[in-house]
């Protein structure tokens, strides 16, 4: 059971707190659309929800299955080595404070036998400078997805369980016309340094409109934060109902996805 510390605000407080200021992690997981926060620019992105919910490109994230059969050559690359990629994701420094200093967090995708690396299925103009961001498309050309990782203070101050928070980053509602969670599990496969770090992994279905059209779709959807260090990471995937990945394939995906710098463990610990 969670504990609170007396001075800390309450559950609800907190994770409406963290909704409104975790800008990267609303933008990229589909809670809310919000400013990208330090841009002089004076360029909102999304003060209301784009199609996407600030996630994903309204120019190229609906494709129809035509646009998306070929693989990229750099995903061509990849698999030719053995399906294995080692392109390292750029993870921004967090400038630490007097309280915390946090820790420089990676992310690898190391399998490229279903999807490769597309960025532009999402709105890289959601992504703050503390977290990055990276889309991807089946090679069968039925599903588009992304990756996000994103280190926040607030997270690491919410007084919240890994377990509760993680739980808040499950809804990708915002990212479609129609979310039903149909089931849930707790996964350890994603690989960290400590060995496999534990995340809730949903199944879902709902309606999506591609380039084409509106259409049924299924997909899954990851997610763990690990609160002492800040770190909130998602994973999700968009498919094509009668097109998707199996849920065995999904979790092949996740298993090719690798954290360094943090060690994250069961949730709870």
Same mark, same amino acid.
Do not use: L, W
């Given at each position: 059971m969670m504990t609170l510390d007396p001075h800390c605000p309450t559950r609800t407080r907190v994770l409406r707190a963290l909704a409104t200021g975790l800008c990267l992690t609303s933008c990229l997981t589909g809670l809310a659309a919000c400013s990208s926060g330090g841009d002089d620019s004076g360029t909102e992105v999304g003060t209301a929800p784009s199609a996407d919910g600030g996630v994903l490109s309204a120019a190229t994230a609906r494709p129809s299955i035509e646009q998306t059969r070929l693989p990229s050559p750099t995903a061509t690359a990849s698999t030719a080595s053995g399906g294995l990629g080692t392109r390292p994701t750029d993870a921004p420094?967090? =400038?630490? #404070? @007097?309280s915390w200093t946090p820790p420089e967090v990676h992310f690898y995708?190391?399998?490229w036998s279903y999807w490769y690396q597309d960025d532009s299925v999402t709105n890289q103009n959601s +992504? #703050?400078? =503390?977290?990055?961001f990276e889309g991807y498309r089946t090679h069968? /050309? #039925?599903? +588009? /997805?992304? @990756?996000t990782r994103d280190i926040d203070e607030a997270t690491h101050l919410s007084g919240l369980s890994d377990e509760v928070l993680s739980a808040s980053l499950l809804d990708g509602s915002t990212n479609m016309d129609i979310f039903t969670e149909t089931s849930r599990e707790r996964i350890s496969v994603v690989?960290?340094? /400590? /060995?496999t770090v534990e995340g809730y992994n949903v199944t879902y279905t709902g309606t999506y409109t591609w380039a084409d059209g509106p259409g049924e779709i299924h997909g899954y959807r990851f997610a763990r934060t690990v609160s002492n260090a800040g770190l909130n990471f998602v994973v999700m995937l968009i498919c094509r109902a009668g097109d998707e990945m199996t849920l065995e394939q999904w979790h092949e995906v996740l298993a090719g996805m690798r954290l360094t710098g943090v060690s994250g463990g069961p949730m709870g610990e």
């Open positions: 420094k967090v =400038q630490p #404070t @007097a995708n190391e399998n +992504i #703050t400078s =503390q977290g990055n069968v /050309g #039925t599903c +588009i /997805g992304f @990756a690989r960290d340094d /400590g /060995g």
